[in-house]
């Protein structure tokens, strides 16, 4: 199974899992699964079309999946998949 | 000055006596370094040890913008201030820190907000930026002004537990461009899904760890020792310990330069951020083209919105329909020809035109710029101006 690394700032919204493992086909599915099982995360990574929202950056091993397949892009069984959100932090 | 021309005093070799001994640093990065002018943007939670850092190393010439005072809640994180200080603005409080650490540097202070107005004036005069705000607007304004004016914009953020680097803009020895802010985050949330460091906090030493990297990644480009993370993303989770590296690129769609720009000149951040409300545009038309209209002998009907007394001082012969009112009084309001509305300024009257369009649905409404004052200025000078 895919591990998906999830942001420190969503994870209050998956019980403070940092990884998780998930069965799927490409990244679409990764989201889907991953939305089923922790609904709170749905408005912080999909916008209101189901597509991924563009402060939110995906990233399949080292590369972005902008510059791969989008979300049809593949998942192999040792892939290491992380979400990384626009932060803004650093001056207050 | 080119670096070439960089002379160092007896006192200023002893200080950098670490530095220049390195084999691949050497003497010719000290003085690219002395040489130098950086524009720390920022200067809270990662400018202080970017500051302190850079200070220390000898960057030639350190530019702070900030316009926060020295809050007690700062210095948790905010390693350039003490106790002492809180109150006072935090660039004085940063200038005579770093100073007293490094008196062979110049340090410029910007006691001011970075702005549409003022950012390309301000981060022109310098060779790098580096960005550690903390918020979105001033994100995108940073970056688009670095874009334009083709500077390197070193940029860190941080939140909770989690911090990012990259370097935007940068030119490698290869004569290519690397990304910027824009092709790794096209849009920035909407305000209210990501809460601020304010709202959600820090843990202080995160800062502290970014805000160094942050300060490597500038030397690294004044210097040119080394591989920058231009075109690479590197981010911190401090819980697991877990640092990665992403591989960015650039997006031909960026509006600010990608293959068909669409951002020429800096625009209103807070408006892309969401942070304003975005109006509907209402139909304009200025004091002179009211007046041809009036020469021509058109058929319009003008609406004044203001108060009575406002009315006394001085009129254009309006309607006096104040906007409290406005609505109670639609069935007043023509529909058939251009309808004219005005106030003092212009504010007043344009709500009275969204008003009367979203509830009744007027499509003949045209608010007077610059109201009264605006036709006094243009038309009518004679009038007296309150």
């Known amino acids: 199974m895919a591990t998906i690394i999830i942001p420190t700032p969503l994870r209050k919204f998956t019980n403070n899992t940092a990884r998780l493992n998930i ?10 699964e991953l939305t089923l099982n922790f609904p709170d995360l749905k408005k912080h990574l999909l916008d209101d079309q189901g597509n991924i929202r563009s402060f939110v ?3 399949v091993g080292d590369e972005d999946i902008r510059n791969l397949q989008q979300e049809n892009t593949l998942i192999k069984e040792e892939t290491v998949i992380s979400i990384v959100p626009a932060i803004a932090g650093g001056l207050a | 000055m080119s670096y070439e021309d960089i002379h160092f005093s007896k006192e200023e070799l002893s200080r950098y006596d670490r530095h220049i001994i390195i ?39 350190i530019g702070i913008v900030d316009f926060d005072v020295v809050d007690d809640s700062n210095l948790q994180r905010q390693v350039l201030f ?22 062979y540097i110049d340090i410029k202070i910007y006691n001011q907000q970075l702005t549409s107005q003022n950012a390309l004036e301000i981060i022109r005069e310098y060779d790098v930026v580096a960005d550690g705000t903390d918020n979105f607007p001033t994100r995108y304004l940073v970056n688009d002004a670095c874009v334009l004016l083709g500077k390197p914009n070193v940029y860190a953020s941080i939140f909770q537990f989690e911090g990012q680097v990259s370097v935007f803009n940068y030119i490698n020895r290869e004569g290519e461009l690397g990304p910027n802010y824009r092709d790794l985050y096209p849009t920035p949330p909407p305000p209210g899904l990501v809460p601020s460091c304010a709202e959600g906090g820090v843990l202080g030493v995160l800062p502290g760890i970014i805000g ?8 690294k ?89 406002e009315y006394e001082i001085a009129n254009i012969g309006g309607e006096l329909i104040p906007l409290a009112t406005v609505s109670a009084n639609a069935d007043k309001i023509d529909r058939s020809k251009k309808v004219i509305v005005h106030c003092k300024m212009g504010g007043r009257s344009a709500k009275a035109v969204r008003e009367l369009e979203e509830k009744f649905g007027f499509t003949n409404l045209y608010n007077l710029k610059g109201g009264i004052l605006g036709w006094i200025d243009e038309v009518q000078p004679e009038l007296t101006k309150y």
């Open chain 1, 23 to 32: 069965q799927a086909g490409n990244v679409k599915g990764v989201v889907e």
């Open chain 2, 212 to 219: 160094s990297l942050q300060a490597l990644e500038v030397i």
């Open chain 1, 57 to 59: 950056n995906v990233f």
């Open chain 2, 82 to 103: 003490g106790v002492d200080e809180i109150g006072k603005p935090k660039v004085e409080a940063a200038k005579k820190r770093l100073e007293s650490l490094n008196p």
């Open chain 2, 221 to 309: 480009v004044i210097t040119g020792v080394g591989e920058t993370l231009s075109g690479r993303f590197f981010i911190f989770d401090a819980l697991n310990f877990e640092p990665r590296t992403f591989k960015i690129k650039r997006n031909p769609a960026n509006p600010v330069n990608g293959e068909n720009p669409t951002i020429k000149q800096l625009i209103d951040y807070e408006l892309f951020c969401g942070v304003k409300a975005v109006e509907k545009p209402i139909k304009e038309i200025t004091a002179k083209e009211l007046y041809d209209l009036q020469v021509r002998g058109e058929d319009i009907q003008v609406i004044d919105v203001r108060e009575p007394h």
């Open chain 2, 23 to 61: 084999p691949d640093f050497g003497f010719e990065a000290q003085k690219k370094l002395k040489a130098s002018k950086v524009l720390v943007i920022g200067s809270g939670g990662l400018g202080s040890p970017a500051l302190l850092y850079l200070a220390a190393a000898g960057v030639g010439t």
